[in-house]
């Protein structure tokens, strides 16, 4: 599981319009985090251009502000998470076999 110091890179994956899932290019794409916590809640500083419609400009970003289709990557174990709302807490995606992370194409 993901804890303080982890260092991360975060993959937002579009599955709407493809039959196979693929990464999307966005201002975060290859920068690595690293994981904290704040205010008793686990995330990073993913706002990096402080935009006040996310977390209402701090750049702090929990896990609970992303979509489930956003992947997190711990990079020194390559293990792949995502935010899920039914557990409230990350869920270690890494062998699922749900043919959708199995399906992405990766940038």
Known sequence: ???????????????????KPTEEKVNTTGIIFEVKTKNNKLGFDGNITKSPYTCKGDIFT?????????IFRNESTKELYRYSEMIKGLENVTGLKDGYINNIEWL
């Open 1 to 19: 599981m993901l804890k303080d110091g982890d260092k991360i890179t975060v993959h937002f994956i579009n599955h709407w319009m493809h039959k």
């Open 62 to 70: 929990p896990f609970q502000a992303y979509a489930w289709s956003v």
